[in-house]
């Protein structure tokens, strides 16, 4: 669907973001895989840093989403389980 829109390493670390949140964004309440946890915060960083390649800016939100897989972890459930009251206190802590 981007193809032809976006240069091709920009199209490929917007998926990075989208490889990140399947292995970490399930609604199940059971815990994340060791194994999805490292491998999606080792590809948020990649993200991120290619972003800064790109010099784009890192908004809060970016950084943010580094941070998922740690939340994950701390809450034992994918990040998509957790309900809107949770990550709007998770939101107030990185401000």
Known sequence: M??????????????LLQYAMLLIGGFVNEPVS???????????????????QFN???RPTTHFASHLPEDALK????????????????RETYR
């Open 34 to 52: 060791q194994d999805n946890l490292r491998e999606s915060s080792r590809v948020l960083k990649m993200y991120v840093q290619q972003l800064k």
């Open 2 to 15: 981007l193809i032809g829109i976006l240069q091709e390493e920009h199209l490929e670390n917007i998926l």
């Open 56 to 58: 784009y800016p890192i």
């Open 75 to 90: 809450y034992g459930c994918g990040i998509e389980a957790l309900s809107f009251s949770e990550i709007f206190l998770l």
